[in-house]
């Protein structure tokens, strides 16, 4: 069985693209990665890499290898890390992306709570825009109402989200009020929406659906400064229901189309799909379920 330093060199060689950015990140000489590299070859009795003087890329037997390599390599990091921890001890630093909306409402006024109850945990919160993309790979846990990411992740639903069309009083009697969904290709529309396509704004009624494809002259990547240009009469804005319920009940914002539905969205968490997932994780997402979900499945005790 060839050791683990032999497959973590032929990591690097793959990532860095070089014998030689290899060996400056791994602070050995590049002669030495090469044969490691040999000698793994050798020891399986197959080419992993095929070497030219300006290029090097996986063969079909290297890509296997690695692919496998690098599951070996994340089971023994997480038999480590399960060795360390208690079961049932969240403890460490928890890496958090949240919508700013839930960020900087319900979920801050939860993570007291939390911490209260699970001492050994801190937090890192990033909060982004829903229209913003992020990288799930830097996080632990991602809550969002956007597509699931790519890559091996599981998900929790905690709860879904209605879309609502709104607009201002003053810009209804500036502009006239939109007969019909159809009507809103010659309306200023505010974007990007809760759609995750944001200029395909979808409609349902009667178990037909509308699809109407809309423009205009405001774009911001932050949904309270769409609901913002809303109020002040610039334009109609498609945004979560949950978000613009105080507006419409103030009669700062009107709702367009009520008898018509909109397709929800989902609020999921979503994490790495590994073997071993920290308790840090395991308890916050219940405690999350707990507190937030609605349709969701926490981790069972099994």
Same mark, same amino acid.
């Given at each position: 069985?060839?050791? &683990?330093?032999?497959?973590?060199?032929?990591?690097?060689?793959? @990532?860095?693209?070089?014998?030689?950015?290899?060996?400056? /990140?791994?602070?050995?000489? =590049?002669?030495?990665?090469?044969?490691?590299?040999?000698?793994?070859?050798?020891?399986?009795?197959?080419? +992993?890499?095929?070497?030219?003087?300006?290029?090097?890329?996986?063969?079909?037997?290297?890509?296997?290898?690695?692919?496998?390599?690098?599951?070996?390599?994340?089971?023994? $990091?997480?038999?480590?890390?399960?060795?360390?921890?208690?079961?049932?001890?969240?403890?460490?630093?928890?890496?958090?992306?949240?919508?700013?909306? !839930?960020?900087?409402?319900? !979920?801050?006024?939860? $993570?007291?709570?939390?911490?209260?109850?699970?001492?050994?945990?801190? &937090?890192?919160?990033?909060?982004?825009?829903?229209?913003?993309?992020?990288?799930?790979?830097?996080?632990?846990?991602?809550?969002?109402?956007?597509?699931?990411?790519?890559?091996?992740?599981?998900?929790?639903?905690?709860?879904?989200?209605?879309?609502?069309?709104?607009?201002?009083?003053?810009?209804?009697?500036?502009?006239?009020? #939109?007969?019909?969904?159809?009507?809103?290709?010659?309306?200023?529309?505010?974007? #990007?929406?809760?759609? @995750? $396509?944001?200029?395909?704004?979808? &409609? =349902?009624?009667?178990?037909?659906?509308?699809?109407?494809?809309?423009?205009?002259?405001?774009?911001?990547?932050?949904?309270?400064?769409?609901?913002?240009?809303?109020? @002040?009469?610039?334009?109609?804005?498609?945004?979560?229901?949950?978000?613009?319920?105080?507006?419409?009940?103030?009669?700062? +914002?009107?709702? +367009? &189309?009520?008898?018509?539905?909109? #397709?929800?969205?989902?609020?999921?968490?979503?994490?790495?799909?590994?073997?071993?997932?920290?308790? /840090?994780?395991?308890?916050?997402?219940?405690?999350?379920?707990?507190?937030?979900?609605? @349709?969701?499945?926490?981790?069972?005790?099994?």
């Amino acid at each position: 069985m060839q050791d &683990f330093n032999a497959i973590s060199i032929f990591q690097s060689v793959v @990532e860095q693209g070089s014998f030689s950015r290899a060996a400056e /990140k791994l602070g050995i000489t =590049t002669s030495a990665v090469s044969r490691r590299i040999s000698s793994l070859e050798q020891h399986l009795g197959v080419r +992993l890499l095929r070497r030219t003087t300006r290029s090097l890329s996986l063969t079909e037997s290297g890509q296997r290898y690695l692919e496998y390599a690098t599951q070996a390599q994340q089971a023994v $990091i997480d038999a480590e890390n399960a060795a360390r921890e208690k079961k049932d001890v969240a403890s460490g630093t928890l890496r958090l992306s949240a919508p700013v909306n !839930l960020g900087r409402g319900k !979920l801050a006024e939860l $993570i007291p709570l939390f911490m209260q109850a699970n001492p050994l945990v801190s &937090f890192h919160i990033s909060l982004s825009d829903v229209f913003t993309k992020i990288n799930p790979d830097d996080f632990d846990l991602v809550l969002t109402t956007a597509q699931p990411p790519s890559g091996s992740f599981h998900a929790v639903k905690l709860y879904s989200v209605k879309g609502c069309i709104v607009c201002s009083q003053d810009y209804l009697d500036k502009h006239g009020t #939109p007969a019909s969904p159809e009507a809103l290709q010659s309306h200023n529309c505010l974007l #990007p929406s809760f759609y @995750e $396509i944001y200029d395909d704004w979808i &409609f =349902t009624k009667e178990d037909k659906e509308i699809k109407v494809k809309v423009n205009g002259n405001y774009f911001c990547n932050n949904p309270v400064a769409v609901q913002t240009a809303a109020r @002040e009469g610039l334009g109609i804005a498609c945004l979560s229901a949950n978000q613009v319920n105080e507006d419409i009940a103030a009669c700062k +914002l009107i709702q +367009l &189309f009520g008898d018509y539905r909109m #397709p929800d969205r989902s609020l999921r968490i979503y994490y790495s799909e590994k073997h071993f997932v920290p308790a /840090k994780v395991r308890v916050f997402v219940d405690f999350l379920v707990d507190n937030l979900g609605k @349709e969701s499945t926490a981790f069972s005790d099994t």
